[in-house]
T-cell receptor
Framework: AQTVTQSQPEMSVQEAETVTLSCTYDTSESNYYLFWYKQPPSRQMILVIR??????QNATENRFSVNFQKAAKSFSLKISDSQLGDTAMYFCAFAWYYGGATNKLIFGTGTLLAVQP | GAVVSQHPSWVICKSGTSVKIECRSLDFQATTMFWYRQFPKQSLMLMAT?????????EQGVEKDKFLINHASLTLSTLTVTSAHPEDSSFYIC?????????????????FGPGTRLTVL
């Protein structure tokens, strides 16, 4: 069975600084995708970034980037130049690719990030 | 991007009544939708996978007679909480699969609704 682990329940960072959120996963699958989702106080789930497992290059989206270590099964999220609007719960998620489509998402327990002014 | 709506956004009901929550994909068709439950400060727990035109697939431990799911069209899935009790109070979130293009092959990206807060008195 696939599992996703986020070992940091809560984190805090000063505005404009950089913070890294950790995520590890366990799977025997070879074709899969990894995601980071953000859930602000409004509770709307927002996709932050995704990584295709067969791509060695780390995904980046503006201030957000990942460090994907496939052998170590690690998928951390780095947020640069943190902004107050980044305050949210962040979920790491895994989905394996099978039969021409990705399957259901497996979520981690989440990391509550607070950006301090 | 693809938009998913949920209705109602919040509902309060008496114990023993049934409540229906709607999930709509507004600008795309979704053959597969998912229903999640989320308790405060916790992660999303997948309840069931809803497939258009067929029976839903429930996760282990989820009572299918308690949580009825209907996916009658490519843009609408409904979750009915039957004979609701206070322990059913929670935040319910739906998502819809939208086909996106990856660098090697297409994949299904899930777009989430804004959620429905259910309070059972």
């Amino acid at each position: 069975a696939q599992t996703v682990t986020q070992s940091q329940p809560e984190m805090s960072v000063q505005e404009a600084e950089t913070v890294t959120l950790s995520c590890t996963y366990d799977t025997s699958e070879s074709n899969y995708y990894l995601f980071w989702y953000k859930q602000p106080p409004s509770r709307q789930m927002i996709l932050v970034i995704r990584q295709e497992a067969y791509k060695q290059q780390n995904a980046t989206e503006n201030r957000f980037s990942v460090n994907f270590q496939k052998a170590a099964k690690s998928f951390s999220l780095k947020i640069s130049d943190s902004q107050l609007g980044d305050t949210a719960m962040y979920f790491c998620a895994f989905a394996w690719y099978y039969g021409g489509a990705t399957n259901k998402l497996i979520f981690g327990t989440g990391t509550l990030l607070a950006v301090q002014p | 991007g693809a938009v998913v709506s949920q209705h109602p956004s919040w509902v309060i009901c008496k114990s023993g009544t049934s409540v229906k929550i709607e999930c709509r994909s507004l600008d795309f068709q979704a053959t597969t939708m998912f229903w999640y439950r989320q308790f405060p400060k916790q992660s999303l727990m997948l309840m069931a996978t809803s497939n258009e035109g067929s029976k839903a697939t429930y996760e282990q431990g989820v009572e299918k007679d308690k949580f009825l799911i209907n996916h009658a069209s490519l843009t609408l899935s409904t979750l009915t909480v039957t004979s609701a009790h206070p322990e059913d109070s929670s935040f319910y979130i739906c998502s819809a699969n939208h086909v996106a293009s990856g660098s090697r092959h297409s994949y299904n990206e899930q777009f989430f609704g804004p959620g429905t807060r259910l309070t059972v008195l």
